[in-house]
């Protein structure tokens, strides 16, 4: 296939950076305990972006403080319809600052502009939008008879894949439906929250509703741990999500667990193929395949493999690797050193166990953290890339013969967060999606999202729906 070299064409926007940020805590910026700070960098070229304040359980107890006097004083008791006004300002905020906010994403996190561009910042926007349209609705949300209530003050732990979208996905909601928030970002990932925060103080929200905790892993855990918080909302590691929930059994605080996943991206030989290639392709590489419901596991009908090999093999050598600010690049830089390493360490796996390793042809650049798209064929149900969460551009591609073995190889793991099927007869199309076991499955597309529509898991894909009328049961009390 002829590809055509491309002109670098990098985003011009440099947003401001502050040398240092605070926390953001009852509507105003601190300093953290004992000053503590830490760096944030940008991953495709390791230069330091900012310094950020850490949050220590001192500063997680005064948020949490905070949250509690604005939801008895202030956010509880004021009209819907005016809550709603809130949540329309911040909306129009993130849609008139989107292109700032889009580079500030890539910058922070490595991924393509184009993605932050025309995927994390409207979809940001549109949940703030959506759940604004709902604050003052919510007795149409509930049955017939009962009033809608808040829960309290939500301790909300995001991680670094869709930084402001996953922020985005766990304010609106719970602000729409009466309830304040302390929400910690990801250490990786903290400037779009920060932006966010930035926005909320324009937007006058009473000091308190939202407050921002920068910091890692201890600041979330002291942040689950803390007696004032009703509610938690976790989107990250199965692992963590498991420490969260054992921490908080008993406590009768609310809990909702994003976790990850190993979704089953299933093509039946009467699919259309080109499409099909590509719907594997968005499944796979979309943000660098950070994403918990990337289509990882490819299971083909046997007598297409070879061609969809072909196929897939020859579009990957067309994805452009590469300075994530340019307009052009399709795979942008792994998020930090550590992820780099884990997907390394799975994909020697995978060679050692005896899969076949197939790479896009390209120069890594000399710095940051990149990995070009792969797949590996000769895979077996057994093998760690089958099973475990790579959360990076690598595709393994296994096989079935017969609907039945599609479903039961589909299901063949502890995760079901999504799924995705590709065949040209409509009723196949809905028996196999009928039989998967994923909170998600999508028909001849992959990835389509939407506030209205519910997003979650099963099994170790965690539990809890985000979007949609579902996703506000999970801020509402009873
Ligand atoms: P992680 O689960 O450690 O981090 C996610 C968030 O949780 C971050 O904000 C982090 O600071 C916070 N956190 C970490 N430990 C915590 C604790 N004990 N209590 C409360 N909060 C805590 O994920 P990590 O280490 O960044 O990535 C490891 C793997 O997790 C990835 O390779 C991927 O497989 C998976 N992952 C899944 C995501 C998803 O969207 N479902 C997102 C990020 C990672
Ligand atoms: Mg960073």
Redesign the pocket.
């Known amino acids: 296939m002829t590809t055509f070299e491309y002109a670098p064409a990098p985003e011009s926007v440099r947003p401001q950076i502050r040398e240092r940020y605070g926390l953001f805590i009852d509507g105003a910026w601190t300093a953290a305990h004992a000053d503590r700070t830490f760096t944030t960098i940008d991953p495709a070229t390791e230069n330091r972006l900012a310094e950020v304040a850490y949050a220590s359980p001192e500063d997680v107890d005064r948020a949490v403080r905070a949250a509690r006097k604005a939801y008895d004083k202030y956010w509880r008791k004021i009209k819907p319809a005016d809550r709603a006004k809130y949540l329309y300002r911040i909306a129009r905020a993130i849609t008139e600052r989107s292109r700032e906010l889009a580079v500030l994403e890539t910058l922070d996190g490595g991924k393509p502009i184009k993605e932050s561009r025309d995927f994390d910042i409207p979809a940001s926007a549109a949940h703030f939008f959506y759940h604004a349209g709902w604050a003052d609705k919510l007795e149409w949300a509930v049955r017939a008879g009962r009033t809608p209530e808040p829960i309290g003050v939500c301790g909300q732990?995001?991680?670094?894949?869709?930084p402001l979208l996953?922020a985005a996905w766990k304010i609106a909601p719970a602000l729409a439906c009466g309830n304040t928030v302390v929400l910690?970002?990801?250490?990786?990932t903290p400037l779009t929250a920060l932006a966010l925060a930035q926005i909320v103080q324009e937007a006058d929200l009473p000091p308190g509703v939202v407050n921002v905790l920068t910091?890692?892993?201890?600041?979330?855990?002291a942040?689950?741990a803390h007696a004032g918080v009703d509610k938690l909302a976790?989107?990250?590691?199965?692992?963590?999500?498991k420490?969260?929930a054992r921490?908080i059994a008993g406590s009768g605080k609310r809990l909702t667990l994003?976790?990850?996943?190993k979704a089953a991206h299933i093509v039946f030989a009467d699919a259309p193929l080109d499409q099909a290639v590509e719907g594997v392709v968005n499944g796979i590489y979309f943000n660098q395949g950070?994403?918990?419901c990337a289509g990882s596991r490819l299971l083909v009908e046997e007598r297409v493999h070879d061609e969809i090999v072909a196929r897939l093999t020859e579009r990957i050598a067309t994805l452009r690797l590469g300075d994530p600010l340019d307009k052009n690049t399709d795979i942008g830089a792994i998020n930090?050193r550590?992820?780099l390493e884990?997907i390394e360490e799975l994909v020697r796996s995978g060679i050692a166990e005896g899969a076949t390793l197939v790479q896009a042809p390209c120069t890594l650049p000399g710095r940051g953290f990149f990995f070009p798209a792969s797949l590996f064929v000769n895979v077996h149900q057994s093998h760690r890339i089958a099973r475990e969460?790579?959360?990076g551009p690598v595709l393994s591609v296994l096989t079935f013969r017969t609907p039945d073995e599609a479903v039961e190889k589909a299901n063949n793991t502890p995760y079901g967060?999504s799924a995705g099927v590709w065949t040209d007869k409509g009723s196949k199309n809905m028996w196999v999606a009928q039989r998967l076991r994923a909170g998600v499955v999508w028909c001849n597309t992959y990835n389509q999202f939407d506030p209205s529509s519910p997003f979650g898991g099963y099994r170790e894909?965690g539990f809890g729906r985000e979007g949609g009328v579902h996703g506000l049961y999970e801020y509402m009390a009873g």
């Open positions: 732990i995001v991680p670094w894949n869709f996953m910690k970002p990801a250490e990786t910091g890692d892993g201890a600041t979330g855990a942040l689950v976790f989107t990250g590691s199965t692992e963590v999500g420490t969260i921490t994003e976790l990850g996943g950070h994403v918990c930090s550590a992820q884990k969460e790579i959360f967060l894909s």
